[in-house]
Nanobody, 126 residues
Framework: QVQLVESGGGLAQAGGSLRLSCAAS????????MGWFRQAPGKEREFVAA????????FHADSVKGRFTISRDNTKNTVYLQMDSLKPEDTAVYYC???????????????????WGQGTQVTVSS
């Protein structure tokens, strides 16, 4: 079992930056592929980014490509989402998720992941 705790959310201005962290406890050290998802009010949850257990491969949604970067530090059991050039439409609750495998298959699907954090709010003002 793994527990996930997100942090780093808050209020930012358009064009600004935030870095989200997802600390994992339990059986970790690269055993899990990880993903970030977000859900805005009144909208469905959407995929943001994913990374394999070793960090050798990353994937980003088209809406954030070139602005957001997922990374991980397995020595700290932490996954990061660096968010630059923020836009008001990035406002959402951001969730990290863990898949009980090092590799990814259908990484944009929430069903791919077995464990979820509680979420952290990101609000971008114009």
């Amino acid at each position: 079992q793994v527990q996930l705790v997100e942090s780093g959310g808050g209020l930012a201005q358009a064009g600004g930056s935030l870095r989200l962290s997802c600390a994992a406890s339990g059986r970790t050290s690269g055993a899990y592929a990880m993903g970030w998802f977000r859900q805005a009010p009144g909208k469905e949850r959407e995929f943001v980014a994913a990374i394999t257990g070793t960090g050798s491969a990353t994937f980003h949604a088209d809406s954030v490509k070139g602005r957001f970067t997922i990374s991980r530090d397995n020595t700290k059991n932490t996954v990061y989402l660096q968010m630059d050039s923020l836009k008001p439409e990035d406002t959402a609750v951001y969730y990290c998720a863990a898949r009980s495998a090092r590799y990814l298959r259908n990484y944009p699907s929430g069903a791919e992941y077995d464990h979820w954090g509680q979420g952290t709010q990101v609000t971008v003002s114009s």
